[in-house]
């Protein structure tokens, strides 16, 4: 491990987070400040800069940290991991430097989600400026790739969506072979969005109100796609839709998918049961009992519920995650965790 400091016992590591004050970065921030093996040592944004306890009053007397001008230098010289909880297409201006410099990185940003620049660029609409990372970044699914999280120095943290959405499908597509559609319906709470300034998210457009937005053109939609093409071996279609709650946080998705071959609700259960069977974090409900957002909120876990049509080819399949733990922060640190070989639900449960 580069940078590894003398003055910390054994499987302490020094942790730092740029971009920490957005609604991801905070929640990084109070994942990492609780957890056991973590020393925070290094807090940066662009915009702010501040003490932490006063940026976010919620850690008065639990933190002297403050958060400054980002600088990489300083963070090269003071941490041993770096979370990039950054706008899209700029952790692609500081990863390269930190990986460089023998850190380990956790990008939290779509910028290295995407093995072909040519797809990040139509759906981000901005030139990749380090291709030569993105096929070292590995995708950080913890349920699926946890062999290669184990080794890997770069993580690619998956989108929110994506996260509630390969779950919820993962065991059906790995193993059906006659789909014939997905659909993914999905809807988010408010600061999935982020904490930018736009007027589509004041409180008064968003109280009591319910819309889609970006129908069939979402930026997650490929990458949905692409792992889940993935594990079924060929290319699938995923149809999604996103919508805004009228919530501060979580995520439910209602996932259809049709199928050529009939499949009954206890054989889909039993699939699903034993493709998560060692899984912490991921919660199966018993047949018939669908998942809601108050069961995950401000938990790192996802909960799926299934059901089957009478004719047994429409299966339909909930699952739900809080969007800032398990659809971001949770994950990074989750990944964290299987990177330097600590019990992976430490600081998350």
Same mark, same amino acid.
């Given at each position: ?24 970065? &905070? ?16 807090? !940066? ?6 003490? @932490? ?13 403050? &958060?400054?001008?980002? +600088? ?25 430097? %930190? ?51 184990? +080794? ?8 929110? $969506? ?13 193993? !059906? ?31 009591? +109100?319910?819309?889609? $937005? ?16 993935? %594990? ?23 996932? $259809? ?26 919660? %199966? ?16 876990? &996802? ?31 989750? +990944? @964290? ?13």
């Amino acid at each position: 491990m580069n940078n590894q400091s003398q003055e910390y016992p054994l499987k302490m590591i020094r942790a730092g987070i740029l971009g920490v004050s957005g609604y991801t970065g &905070c929640q990084a921030f109070a994942l990492l400040l609780g957890h056991p093996h973590v020393r925070l040592t290094y807090v !940066a944004a662009n915009n702010t800069v501040g003490a @932490m306890s006063a940026i976010f009053p919620e850690f008065l007397n639990r933190t002297t940290l403050v &958060c400054r001008k980002l +600088n990489i230098k300083e963070a090269v010289k003071k941490c041993d991991v770096v979370f990039l909880a950054l706008p899209h297409t700029e952790s692609m201006l500081f990863a390269p430097k %930190l990986l460089k410099a023998g850190l380990k990185v956790i990008d939290l940003s779509a910028d290295y989600r995407f093995k072909s620049s040519k797809v990040y660029k139509t759906w981000y609409g901005h030139q990749h400026s380090d291709t030569k990372n993105l096929s070292r970044a590995i995708y950080g699914l913890p349920e699926l790739f946890r062999q290669k999280i184990k +080794n890997a120095c770069f993580i690619a943290n998956p989108g929110c $969506y994506p996260t509630a959405a390969i779950l919820g499908l993962a065991p059906l597509v790995a193993c !059906a072979k006659d789909i014939r559609s997905i659909i993914v319906d999905a809807k988010s709470g408010v600061s999935g969005a982020g904490r930018k300034t736009s007027a589509g998210l004041h409180f008064c457009e968003v109280n009591e +109100n319910f819309k889609a $937005y970006k129908v069939l053109s979402h930026q997650h939609a490929p990458e949905i796609e692409q792992y889940v093409s993935l %594990l079924a071996g060929r290319s699938l279609s995923v149809y999604f839709v996103a919508h805004l709650l009228p919530l501060t946080r979580g995520i439910l998705n209602t996932m $259809y998918v049709q199928l050529k071959e009939g499949i009954t609700l206890n054989q889909l259960h039993v699939l699903y049961k034993k493709f998560y069977k060692i899984e912490p974090f991921v919660r %199966l409900h018993p047949p018939g009992d669908q998942p809601e957002i108050k069961n995950v909120a401000n938990t790192n876990f &996802c909960d799926i519920g299934l059901a089957v049509s009478p004719d047994k080819k429409m299966v339909v399949i909930t699952s739900v995650i809080d969007n800032l733990i398990k659809g971001a922060a949770g994950q990074a640190v989750q +990944n @964290m965790n299987i990177m330097y070989g600590f019990n992976e639900i430490e600081g998350l449960i």
